[in-house]
């Protein structure tokens, strides 16, 4: 059993930062690939960025790449995701998922944290 918290969000203005972070119970995150999504009202849930149990290879969302960075320190059973050039579409519910190794299932999600950019 994993369980993901995050944190790190709020309310910032367009062209400001952010860094999430998202923290995993357990000794074995360093198995887990990590994802971040995001859930804008009245919106599906997006991918936004996915980085390997290994930490060797990283993807992210058109809309985001260039902007978002996504990071893991295995030490702190952690994942980041540093946000930059914030705009008022990022706005959304921010969620972090783990998936065991290579499976493209997310097993685990965390309870969200808001970022609110505005214009």
């Known amino acids: 059993q994993v369980q993901l918290v995050e944190s790190g969000g709020g309310s910032v203005q367009a062209g400001g930062s952010l860094r999430l972070s998202c923290t995993a119970s357990g000794r074995t995150f360093s198995s887990y690939a990590m994802a971040w999504f995001r859930q804008a009202p009245g919106k ?16 992210y969302a058109e809309s985001v790449k260039g902007r978002f960075t996504i990071s893991r320190d295995n030490a702190k059973n952690t994942v980041y ?11 959304a519910v921010y969620y972090c998922a783990a998936a065991h190794r290579d499976s493209t299932t997310y097993d685990y999600w965390g309870q969200g944290t808001q970022v609110t950019v505005s214009s």
């Open 81 to 91: 995701l540093q946000m930059n050039s914030l705009k008022p579409e990022d706005t």
């Open 44 to 59: 599906e849930r997006e991918f936004v960025s996915h980085i390997r149990w290994s930490g060797t290879s990283t993807t």
